[in-house]
């Protein structure tokens, strides 16, 4: 029974041909067992991937007193004959790059040096909602703003389904009155608008919730979490075009995490001077990115007015009328 011993994705595969009609569909032959078929398996690895001066080692039966000590091994044992070999080739390990404690960046590109000195003073506290897809992502932009300011005014909460069982804390945060959460729609207020002209009413700090992750991961989020529709929804009326270019946007107002952040914070903080500090490690990481090979990314709102959306368009009647409304609507 001619046979092929295979490595197909780091692992080793056999497969069996077999010229007799009386096959099974997956090729192997009625009444050979499987014994033998691990006993040929194990001669034909021992011939061809050990070599040769080791075959005829202890640790390897000889072609003499081959066939009887296989008739007495059983197939496990034939199974870990064959790997065995396998398995003490060396491993290289690779190490992972030193890492700064405190931008989060490999030392060698580290961000520290554009970082403020000493964290900004802030009465507001943060909450970011992250879905659990942006925490493997290379380029974020959460570790810098956490960076920015003090211990306790940056949450970082993970997760996909948010319940008051399971995160009380949060639960807490999103029935606080002075809890607002950051996510634009035709409910939204304008956050310019919703500012006390009272500073003492102003000193007392808000809490604003921010949703991390791509669009569509943060609508899932807030339409999925009723705990998120509790606290008063609010958007930013700002034209800033978004300065991550190193990452596609739908439209040229969409922004990073980061930069709702700086925004936010520089609004309700009145206080402009937060949002150049904010965003001045954002601006070194891109520009460290373009200039080791990083191509700027045009939103898809400027790709499909200036003709350079090269991607088939979507079947989805619904996209394509989201699509035409990036094109067509002034007022995204």
Known sequence: ??????????????????????????????????????????????????????????AFCDHENHSDFCEESSPEDAEMDVFGGLAALPVEVCERRPTCLRCGRPQKVCLCPFLPVHP????????????????????????????????GKCNVIVGRRFSEERYPDLAAVCRDPRTLIMYPGPGAQNLEELLPSDPEARSLGYNVILIDGTW??????????????LPKQVQLSSTLSSQYVIRTQPTNICLST???????????????????????????LCTFQLQHGAQVH???????????????????????????KL???QNI
Not at 14 to 39: I, L, Q, W, Y
Not at 120 to 147: D, G, K, M, N, W
Not at 217 to 226: E, H, S, V
Not at 261 to 283: D, G, H, Q, W, Y
């Open 1 to 58: 029974m001619p046979f092929t011993l295979l490595h197909h994705d780091g692992r080793w595969q056999h497969r069996v041909h077999c010229n007799s009609p009386a096959t099974h569909s997956d090729g192997v032959e009625v009444g050979v067992s499987r014994p033998r078929r691990m006993r040929e398996i194990q001669a034909f690895a021992m011939e061809d991937c050990i070599p040769s001066e080791d075959r005829r080692s202890p």
């Open 120 to 151: 900004l003073e802030v009465s507001t506290c943060l909450y970011i909602v992250q879905h659990p897809a942006e925490e493997s992502r290379v380029l974020r932009t959460v570790p810098l703003l956490a960076a920015c300011l003090p211990s």
């Open 216 to 229: 569509s991961q943060a609508k899932d989020l807030f339409l999925r979490n009723d705990l998120l529709h």
């Open 258 to 284: 980061l930069e709702c952040a700086a925004l936010t914070l520089s609004t309700l903080e009145r206080k402009e001077s937060i949002r150049e500090v904010l965003l001045r490690p954002l601006n070194a």
């Open 298 to 324: 045009h939103s898809k709102e400027h790709l499909l007015r200036n003709g350079l959306y090269d991607r088939p368009m979507p079947k989805n009647k619904r996209k394509i009328k989201r699509m035409e």
């Open 327 to 329: 094109v067509t609507d």
